[in-house]
């Protein structure tokens, strides 16, 4: 499968990582799943497995990585050999549906989930998308505030839809109109 031509969509927001030299984002390869696998199970209470993450490499898919650089691994990262998180975006003609972004649970509400979300943001500009969806679970508040920030609405809800102990919570539906710069 060729990934390259897809993952070259995404796009740097240069302000944010130049605020933090210390991390870099890299379009990640099928060698990179058993670290997001791991990753998952680490951040989510009903991760993807490590088939499921595999799958997300195909022609509509983009894999995007957030990766300590080689000279600032620390012990909190080599459980999962530098990745700090992921985001996966399928694009279907002129729609981009952010399918899934994790972050190492120690780094989220740092700042690293908001430079992941804009620049999966950025890159469904330049793939020409007119809109970006997402579903997320409605327990999850520093999510939801996170793409309400970055200007998603809530455009519907899936009843029942995620597990959780003891039962099932809705996914809250979220679109972000996409306007060409």
Known sequence: MNTS????????????????????????TLTDVPQMAQL??????????????????????????LKRSAANVDADTELVQG???????????DEVTLLDICLLPSLQGKGYGKLLLNTVVASAKVSGAVVLMLEVRESNLTARTLYQKAGF???????????????KEDAILMDLAITPE
């Open 5 to 28: 031509v897809n993952n070259n969509l995404f796009v740097e927001p240069t302000a944010q990582l130049a605020a933090n030299p210390a991390v870099e984002l890299v379009a990640l």
């Open 40 to 65: 998952e199970s680490m951040a989510h209470t009903h991760p993807m497995s490590e088939g499921c993450l595999a799958d997300c490499f195909g022609h509509l898919y983009r894999v995007l990585g």
């Open 83 to 93: 990745l700090l998180g992921f985001a996966i975006v399928q694009q279907i003609i």
């Open 153 to 167: 609405i809530e455009s519907g809800r899936r009843k029942d839809y995620y597990p959780i102990a003891g039962g």
